[in-house]
């Protein structure tokens, strides 16, 4: 089965075209539309934010949101960001402590990853946005990307507001398999030739886009638990061919240029704005169609990237000169071979 990404001109809305491939009545209330939410988490906020860096230990908090008052369980995840060093406050995980109604915006859900602000200044709110926009251009690229939902987040600790602060909600890898008619794969490190060409060739080449070296699409630091900052989908849970990957965490993308992130030491990069194309060289020869396509489809990226609310003017103009650089290295079949199919590993 081989899925491509949709070669578009103008500012045809790439989003409305990509969804052609999976399952309307599939997607999840929360994830159907894009209109940012009002929500408020309240519970011991300040004792998970101040614990993060040494405990993931979970909660029992309250969701509030679209007139619905949700139990839930609260806790810090992932690495870097739960270092103090970098921020202060931590994504959470959300976990529903009960099953929701149908009728309920959040029918369907199970465990949520909050993706926040980090810390309480208003500049973080632009960093939460450049990389809701990273989602939301991979989203327009192909249906197979987990979808996300902007929100307006309040915290309440002891019926005190702490902060309210942007913040995003990101799609289970369950629930995109789901309306892509396929499973998630639980696997160990796999060989690349387990991957369908074309959606590794198209993966590789939008983390190049956007400056990500944070990934990898068959190996994890667990050997026993892959990917790192990927999910897989195949046809069955079983299954060890045919795979798609799904990227994931992009906060160490040029694109995003968060303020705590670190150049990758194994590459030997200076900064994390440096693009390094670490495609597979197995896919090499289906790269120049996928480059053409995204060459077309550059009115609409960049109409996607405007269309995300809440962003300034410097931080729009900053992502669009970064994409620049891309669409330069990109130019045509010669500038591809030099600035990325050269360099594949």
């Known amino acids: 089965m081989k899925r491509f990404l949709f070669g578009l001109a103008g500012t045809l809305a790439l989003a409305?075209?990509?969804?052609?491939?999976?399952?309307?009545?599939?997607?999840?209330?929360?994830?159907?539309?894009?209109?940012?939410?009002?929500?408020?988490?309240?519970?011991?906020?300040?004792?998970?934010?101040?614990?993060?860096?040494?405990?993931?230990?979970?909660?029992?908090?309250?969701?509030?949101?679209a007139g619905e008052s949700h139990a839930i369980t609260l806790a810090a995840r992932g690495i870097s960001r739960r270092?103090?060093?970098?921020?202060?406050?931590?994504?959470?995980?959300?976990?529903?402590?009960?099953?929701?109604?149908?009728?309920?915006?959040?029918?369907?859900?199970?465990?949520?990853?909050?993706?926040?602000?980090?810390?309480?200044?208003?500049?973080?709110?632009?960093t939460v946005l450049r990389e809701y926009a990273a989602y939301r251009l991979y989203n327009a690229v192909t249906p197979e990307s987990l979808k996300v939902r902007l929100a307006r987040i309040t915290y309440n600790d002891d019926g005190k507001v702490l902060t309210t602060r942007l913040g995003f909600l990101i799609e289970d890898a369950d629930d995109a398999a789901r309306r892509l008619g396929l499973k998630e794969v639980d696997t160990g490190n796999f060989r690349s030739s387990?991957?369908?060409?074309?959606?590794?060739?198209?993966?590789?080449?939008?983390?190049?886009?956007?400056?990500?070296?944070?990934?990898?699409?068959?190996?994890?630091?667990?050997?026993?638990?892959?990917?790192h900052n990927s999910?897989?989908?195949?046809?069955?849970?079983?299954?060890?061919?045919?795979?798609?990957?799904?990227?994931?965490?992009?906060?160490?993308?040029?694109?995003?240029?968060?303020?705590?992130?670190?150049?990758?030491a194994v590459l030997?990069?200076?900064?994390?704005?440096?693009?390094?194309?670490?495609?597979?060289?197995?896919?090499?020869a289906l790269v120049p169609a996928e480059a053409q396509r995204l060459r077309d489809a550059r009115p609409a990226l960049l109409a996607e990237l405007r269309s995300i609310p809440g962003?300034?003017?410097?931080?729009?103009?900053?992502?669009?000169k970064y994409l620049g650089g891309f669409f330069d290295d990109i130019a045509d079949d010669q500038a591809l071979e030099k600035n990325l199919l050269s360099k594949c590993r």
């Open 268 to 284: 030997k990069i200076r900064s994390v704005t440096q693009r390094v194309y670490r495609g597979y060289c197995s896919v090499n």
């Open 311 to 320: 962003l300034e003017p410097k931080t729009l103009q900053d992502m669009e």
């Open 194 to 227: 387990a991957l369908i060409p074309q959606d590794a060739a198209r993966y590789g080449l939008f983390q190049y886009m956007i400056g990500n070296t944070d990934w990898d699409m068959t190996m994890g630091p667990d050997p026993k638990d892959c990917c």
């Open 231 to 264: 999910k897989v989908l195949g046809a069955s849970k079983e299954a060890r061919s045919d795979l798609t990957p799904l990227p994931y965490d992009f906060d160490n993308s040029g694109l995003v240029d968060a303020p705590y992130a670190v150049p990758n």
């Open 83 to 126: 270092r103090r060093e970098n921020c202060r406050f931590p994504p959470l995980r959300i976990r529903l402590s009960e099953k929701p109604a149908e009728t309920s915006l959040m029918h369907k859900q199970g465990s949520l990853k909050l993706v926040s602000h980090c810390r309480d200044q208003g500049s973080y709110d632009q």
């Open 16 to 65: 409305s075209v990509a969804s052609a491939q999976e399952a309307p009545d599939k997607v999840t209330p929360l994830f159907a539309q894009d209109t940012p939410l009002d929500l408020t988490l309240s519970g011991p906020i300040n004792k998970i934010a101040r614990g993060a860096e040494r405990s993931t230990d979970a909660y029992p908090a309250t969701l509030e949101t």
